[in-house]
């Protein structure tokens, strides 16, 4: 058998050496890696880090080599893909989702020289960064839209996995609806996934028929969003701009806009000054974008621009007191915010979410 | 005009011999237009499909370790599709597994315990898995439904108790609330094997599941019972086997070893339960068990195989950049090129003339 291998080996290095030899590795190009958790093209989360990798190949142009591996499920493969990255010689490897933590500590722990940058985690060492983006700043302002907008005073939430981030999402979204017409009613399906389009869609007719007249989203397809559209409903996009899928429905999109970071990080890796930080960036720093405010009256674009304002000013804390959780207990004082760390680990309901958390 | 694939009476040893070659062949010549059509060159791709992944030893054991999980489970399914009962629901039988072999783990985590640990972990996997399997036997000796359905249908429901489990009783209490267990204590780890890379004992238990799996089927009364049951029941009953009895027991081996593979990966590679355990491979392993022809020593390198496609297609991804799905299709036409040269080899294609009886 190891006969038979090495024979094959010989062969077919000869055969490929006469067809011109495949990969010869330029010197002195910074190498980076990413791994993408679901497919480049779901128009959703992974499609907006490889818009990222693309900037980055922008900005820098023969100074970097990118390379990419998609629909890595977040299980027992993630390693060995983390792994293959840098035995492919990538030093800089960015792992864009949470569940690739584990496998990215175990990788990096063998190779202290390469750089690590892990999204949207909460363990660091000093070769493995995190970053994530404050999307509920931009959620807040899309509950304050749905209020508005929403004749039928129901709106449909489609939630993903339950992780603090998600109904963080809802909270905020919640706390911007209620700003504006504290009766609205929420109604949440979770999908349990972040990319499953048939689902996403069937989560969407469910909601319309319930009378949800208004459907955002926290999963990266925009099944939803064409499903709304063909129910002439409104929805909110989700990740990437998704105008294309709903012409008439799009009010707007949470826009994930990973590039500023990733130059950023990318510089700093090239100039030798890298070094493990954790990054968390919203509206103010351009890392949560909004998509144009489309298909509403003037006063709610208005309103919306308004509330974007005052949150990129810090006039505005999405999480300001007073917050009462859904049993009346008051978490947030008047005058208070909630706190960083306490939004990162949230895994209760706002008063008036009439909904339980799964596995609570 | 009508065809009609008859079985072989002599099948031809050069036939045998010819069949994966060919399979090959077409392989890497449905591969070579597709890759040129896509602008990268055939043999640079190949080379770095399935040649660059067999120099290094880092990737050896990476393949041996993707190809643990199904060696295993398809061992089990050899033995129910053997019997011809249609265990759909390995997957789950994995996940009732990984789940029950756990519990020992979470319930042991940070105290004293010895060494006893990783083996009980391992006795209760088993118990899981079968216990999981024996649903879908017992509905079928009982009410006769269809074991293709209920053991699919139960995929569904492991996973969904598993996802519970994690995001509710069995989350990590310092782990922000995200879905997933503590860290398995090192007594409840699987060991490696060496230093350096990620090659682990799961491989020994796997080789042992092989041997006495092919002496089971090959040389037992209980495998002969099996293999007449699946291919003349009418004759099985005659002799005197029980059908309900030889139905409980594939299932319950087959979920136990699916079981069993299902708490090495997760306390293996992975070292924690999480609601993503498995990438499908309960599913992938009727593929190695219908490749490797049920027949536990050919599903060794039926599973390396397929393990190497996986393996290959992500250094395709690295390297030349080729998209997720063309390394799916390239995988996909390999495995149907197989499948379909096995047929043709068993089988002959015959012309049918005149009125076709229904």
Redesign the interface.
């Known amino acids: 058998m190891r006969k038979f291998?090495s024979m094959?080996?010989a062969l077919?290095?000869g055969?490929?050496l006469a067809?011109?030899a495949?990969?010869a590795h330029a010197a002195e190009k910074l190498k980076i890696?990413f791994i993408y958790v679901g497919?480049v093209g779901d128009f959703g989360w992974s499609y907006q880090h490889d818009q990222g990798r693309k900037a980055v190949e922008k900005e820098f142009g023969d100074k970097v080599e990118t390379?990419?591996?998609?629909?890595v499920?977040?299980?027992?493969?993630a390693?060995?893909?983390i792994?293959?990255?840098v035995?492919?010689g990538n030093t800089l490897i960015f792992t864009t989702s949470?569940?690739f933590m584990?496998p990215t500590l175990k990788v990096a722990k063998r190779h202290p020289k390469v750089m690590f940058e892990h999204a949207t985690g909460?363990k660091r060492e000093k070769n493995v960064a995190t970053y994530n983006a404050k999307f509920h700043e931009g959620r807040y302002i899309l509950g304050q839209i749905a209020a508005k907008v929403s004749k039928t005073g129901t709106v449909g939430y489609i939630a993903s996995?339950?992780?603090?981030e998600v109904i963080a999402g809802i909270d905020s979204f919640m706390l911007g609806a209620q700003s504006v017409n504290p009766n609205l009613k929420i109604k949440i399906v979770w999908v349990?996934g972040w990319f499953d389009p048939a689902k996403e869609a069937d989560a969407a007719k469910a909601l319309i028929d319930q009378g949800a007249d208004v459907i955002a989203q926290h999963t990266d397809s925009p099944a939803a969003m064409q499903a709304a559209e063909a129910r002439g409903v409104k929805a909110f996009g989700q990740s990437s701009n998704m105008i294309t899928f709903g012409p008439k429905a799009q009010l707007t999109s949470i826009v994930d806009n990973w590039a500023p970071y990733y130059i950023e990080r990318v510089k700093l890796a090239l100039d030798g000054k890298w070094t493990s930080t954790d990054t968390w960036g919203g509206l103010k720093d351009g890392e949560v974008q909004m998509a144009p405010y489309t298909n509403m009256p003037d006063d709610v674009k208005k309103m919306a621009e308004d509330t974007e304002e005052a949150i990129k000013s810090g006039k505005l804390h999405p999480f300001k007191g007073p917050i009462y959780k859904q049993d009346g207990t008051l978490v947030v004082k008047e005058g208070e915010v909630l706190a960083d760390k306490d939004i990162?680990?949230?895994?209760w309901y706002v008063k008036g979410i009439d909904d339980k958390v799964?596995?609570? | 005009m009508r065809f009609r694939l008859e079985r072989q009476e002599a099948v031809s040893g050069i036939g045998v011999l010819v069949a994966p070659l060919l399979a090959l062949a077409a392989t890497l010549l449905v591969g070579a237009i597709m890759f040129v059509v896509l602008g990268l060159a055939p043999l640079p791709a190949f080379y770095i499909y399935f040649i660059e992944p067999l120099t290094d030893p880092w990737t050896i054991q990476e393949l041996v370790v993707k190809a643990c999980p199904l060696l295993l489970i398809a061992i089990g399914l050899s033995f129910c599709y053997r019997a011809n009962r249609w265990n759909i629901g390995a997957e789950g039988q994995y996940v009732a597994g990984a789940v029950l072999g756990s519990w020992v783990a979470i319930a042991t985590q940070g105290t004293e315990a010895g060494p006893w640990v990783l083996p009980a972990m391992l006795v209760f996997a088993a118990i899981g898995g079968a216990l999981w399997g024996l649903i879908p036997a017992f509905l079928r000796v009982r009410f006769g439904a269809s074991e293709i359905l209920t053991s699919l249908m139960l995929v569904y429901v492991a996973q969904l108790g598993l996802d519970y489990l994690v995001r509710g009783p069995w989350r990590d209490p310092g782990g922000f609330n995200f879905p997933r267990s503590v860290s398995f204590d090192p007594v409840a780890t699987v060991p490696l094997l060496f230093e350096d890379g990620r090659l682990h004992a799961g491989i020994v238990i796997a080789g042992v599941a092989v041997l006495v799996a092919a002496f089971v089927l090959g040389r037992t009364l209980v495998g002969f019972s099996i293999e007449l049951g699946g291919s003349a029941p009418r004759a099985a009953a005659f002799a005197g086997f029980d059908e309900k009895r030889v139905t409980y027991g594939v299932f319950m081996v087959s979920g136990a070893l699916a079981g069993l593979a299902g708490i090495i990966e997760v306390a293996g590679p992975i070292g924690n339960l999480q609601p993503a355990i498995s990438p499908g491979y309960g599913f992938t392993a009727i593929i190695a068990a219908m490749l490797g022809r049920l027949n536990p020593f050919v599903i060794v390198p039926a599973s390396l195989v397929l393990a190497l496609t996986y393996i290959g297609g992500e250094a395709a991804q690295i390297t030349l950049r080729m998209p997720f799905d063309v390394t799916r299709v390239f995988q996909g036409t390999m495995l149907i090129s197989i499948l379909a040269a096995d047929v043709l080899v068993r089988y002959r294609l015959r012309r049918v003339e005149g009125a076709a009886h229904a």
Not at chain 1, 73 to 77: K, L, T, Y
Request: aromatic share 6%; charged share 15%.
């Open positions: 291998i094959a080996v077919t290095a055969l490929v067809a011109g495949p990969v890696g497919p390379t990419f591996v998609e629909n499920q977040e299980g027992p493969d390693e060995r893909v792994e293959q990255l035995r492919a949470f569940g584990e909460y996995v339950p992780i603090p349990n990162l680990s949230l895994n799964p596995g609570q």
